[in-house]
T-cell receptor, first 114, second 109 residues
């Protein structure tokens, strides 16, 4: 079974520039998550989709971050404009609606803002 | 809001020693999950506990869920160098899954 796919793996941008990350979840997984993991911390949920609807985006900085999952499959997370404090790993994850919400993570997109 | 705290933040042991990390939630949980993240890697699911007082074992790993469903622990017996990494608990409250800050385990061979 293929895992959660993410791209790009690494990105370095200057502050105030924009960046976009792409995620393709495990086939059949209706729930998709974007997490932000700052070095030395646990993953923090940015947004959760159920199919193509948003379930939770309470911790998404909406003035600069946006995410979409138009067809209920793959998803894009955008940051514009980026700040230095956005340097982190952006983890996409997916889960079945049932099965206890076990979350399967992708390898992450490492962002450095300089 | 719901908070999940883990202690200790760091733990360094000699290979063969035991290791325990503790997880405490500010609210009662419906379930708790444990993940392992190797250096440079992504979190990988280890186990889920659902029932009050539940104990589960995976080889040298023992997971416990407290009677009040607000705390949990992970115990590793006789650590090996392959156990190196950061162990996260994640507690599911009313709606969302909240991760602790993790316990980073390093091992002296």
């Amino acid at each position: 079974e293929a895992g959660v796919a993410q791209s790009p793996r690494y990105k370095i941008i200057e502050k105030r520039q924009s960046v976009a990350f792409w995620c393709n979840p495990i086939s059949g997984h209706a729930t998709l998550y974007w997490y932000q993991q700052i070095l030395g911390q646990g993953p923090k949920l940015l947004i959760q989709f159920q199919n193509n609807g948003v379930v939770d985006d309470s911790q998404l900085p909406k003035d600069r971050f946006s995410a979409e999952r138009l067809k209920g499959v793959d998803s894009t997370l955008k940051i514009q404009p980026a700040k230095l404090e956005d340097s982190a790993v952006y983890l996409c994850a997916s889960s079945l609606v049932r099965a206890g919400n076990t979350i399967y993570f992708g390898e992450g997109s490492w962002l450095t803002v300089v | 809001g719901q908070q999940v705290m883990q202690i200790p933040q760091y733990q360094h042991v000699q290979e063969g020693e035991d290791f325990t990390t503790y997880c405490n939630s500010s609210t009662t949980l419906s379930n708790i999950q444990w993940y392992k993240q190797r250096p440079g890697g992504h979190p990988v699911f280890l186990i889920q506990l659902v029932k009050s007082g539940e104990v589960k074992k995976q080889k040298r790993l023992t997971f416990q869920f407290g009677e009040a469903k607000k705390n949990s622990s992970l115990h590793i017996t006789a650590t090996q160098t392959t156990d190196v990494g950061t162990y996260f608990c994640a507690g599911k409250g009313a709606q969302k899954l909240v991760f602790g800050q993790g316990t980073r385990l390093t091992i002296n061979p």
